[in-house]
């Protein structure tokens, strides 16, 4: 019999529409047979008013209600190990300029609410070495607020503004003690202004180590925290107790001295081997001659550190409203283990320069500060046409010297005195010897005794300028600065 093909698919296709008939049969008859599950109960449950909603979420089972509120998210915080400070009465929640920020804080400390202040600030802020000496201060220290100036704008070091609180003492002799306290602030773009640190004036840290403090534990800096070595004590921090402060501490300190005239602490601050004290004594008499005062915002910018942070430039703005002019000058400054932060390098010629031209033709210059022509810088008083007697600016000038001679009588002046082209060599010889005796009688009049003081005469045979111009003429200019009388301090 042939084979028929339409017949056997006909055949293969009743046969699977049979299978199929009976799966689905087959399901029906255990679907019936299984007994019908209990109508579920539910249960409505009064929301508290304290569980966040969560989008989406079902009611749940029956006996899982505990568990379902356990797993529901918390809200989300930047960080959630980090506890935002307590909010202490009377401080604003967020500060937009940092002036607010420290003029609260002096405000409160003038109220005598000194406990607010350090509730604000907290123990991470107070507790530090560099803070040493700040709660004991307005506690048992006797000290406050500043009356007059409570607070003073100090500079900038890279994203750190710096201002201090300044502090008063009364003491029992009538002395009145001054102190300062740094506040570095930073402002953070969500939270406002801040306090980063703060710090204590070095000689605050020691009149209460002084008073029985404990020293606290040194700082220490790790500047590779990957070089498996410990960290070192005090390279960028300092060492519990250390008469020493950073950077801006010690430009700020010394400058300070510098416009009170306290010239040990300025020369305290400096490196003897890189900073002759004539530049120091420069400094003091240029800042009373034309009477400079530093800015009052940000007078001081740290514009370069040193990778490991051992260097540093630092620019001050001052201004004069006798010169009435402003004027900057840098201070170099380097680090060591052992002394701290020291300046060793002070550049003030645009100041002297701006002395220099306040003077009119045939009158006595101001500069006090000269490159001497021996090498060197001296200090430098000048003096009238054909006259040994000293000018009221040179008094002046030699009263900080004297100053200076009697605070250590190891130290040696040599007078050089120097006289202008006009005239003979000879009286010129005796001219400038003069000049050098009336110097040095004046400085023995303020008790520096004579056998510090060694006088020579130059005459007229070393020039700071031409005594005549290029075609020959009498240069009236250049003879004022040759009547002089250069000072050296010796050792």
């Not at 009064?46 to 509120?69: D, L, R, W």
């Not at 500060?95 to 907290?122: C, E, M, R, W, Y």
């Amino acid at each position: 019999m042939p084979f028929n093909r339409s017949i056997v698919a006909s055949l293969l296709a009743a046969s699977s529409l049979a299978f199929l008939g009976a799966c689905s049969d087959s399901k029906k008859q255990k679907q019936a047979a299984k007994p019908p599950a209990p109508e579920e109960k539910k249960e409505t449950i009064a929301p508290s008013g304290n569980e966040p909603e969560v989008a989406g979420a079902g009611t749940p089972e029956p006996g899982e209600e505990k568990t379902a509120k356990a797993e529901l998210p918390l809200p989300r915080t930047e960080d959630p190990e980090k506890k935002e400070p307590p909010r202490v009465p009377g401080f604003p929640d967020k500060f937009t300029k940092p002036d607010q920020l420290t003029k609260t804080i002096a405000d409160k400390l003038a109220a005598g609410k000194s406990a607010d202040v350090f509730q604000f600030l907290g123990p991470e802020i107070t507790g530090t070495p560099r803070a040493l000496g700040f709660k004991w201060a307005l506690t048992d220290g006797g000290y406050v607020i500043d009356p007059e100036t409570p607070m003073q704008d100090v500079g900038e070091m890279g994203v750190l503004h710096r201002q201090a609180l300044r502090l008063v003492a009364k003491r029992e002799s009538g002395e009145v003690d001054r102190e300062k306290v740094y506040l570095d602030l930073r402002r953070d773009a969500k939270s406002g202004w801040r306090v980063e640190s703060l710090s204590s004036s070095p000689t605050l840290r020691a009149k209460a180590l002084e008073a029985g403090l404990p020293e606290p534990l040194p700082e220490l800096a790790d500047d590779d925290p990957d070089d498996g070595k410990p960290a070192e004590e005090g390279l960028r921090g300092m060492a519990p107790g250390a008469d020493t402060g950073d950077a801006l501490t010690n430009a700020d300190t010394f400058l300070t001295a510098v416009l009170e005239q306290d010239y040990a602490t300025a020369v305290k601050l400096c490196d003897p081997d890189r900073v002759p004290e004539e530049k120091i004594a420069a400094l003091c008499i240029v800042f009373e001659e034309g009477a400079y005062r530093m800015k009052a915002q940000k007078p001081l910018m740290a514009t370069a550190v040193g990778e490991l942070q051992t260097a540093a430039w630092i620019i001050a703005h001052v201004q004069s409203e006798k010169i009435g002019a402003q004027s900057d000058f840098g201070i170099e400054m380097s680090h060591d283990k052992k002394d701290g932060w020291k300046i060793t390098g002070l550049n003030f010629s645009e100041m002297l320069a701006r002395f220099a031209a306040a003077s009119e033709a045939g009158k006595v210059p101001y500069t006090p500060l000269v490159k001497s022509p021996k090498g060197g810088e001296s200090l430098v008083v000048y003096f009238e046409y054909d006259d040994a007697g000293i000018t009221q600016r040179a008094q002046r000038q030699i009263e900080i010297l004297s100053s200076i001679l009697r605070s250590d009588p190891d130290k040696r002046l040599r007078v050089s005195g120097h006289a202008d082209a006009l005239g003979t060599a000879e009286y010129n010889e005796k001219l400038s010897l003069d000049r050098a005796k009336t110097v040095k009688k004046l400085l023995a009049g303020l008790g520096v005794p004579a056998d510090q003081i060694v006088t020579e005469a130059a005459g007229e045979n070393a020039p700071l300028r031409p005594n005549t111009l290029p075609d020959g003429t009498d240069d009236p200019t250049g003879r004022s600065h040759n009547r002089r009388a250069e000072l050296f301090l010796d050792f």
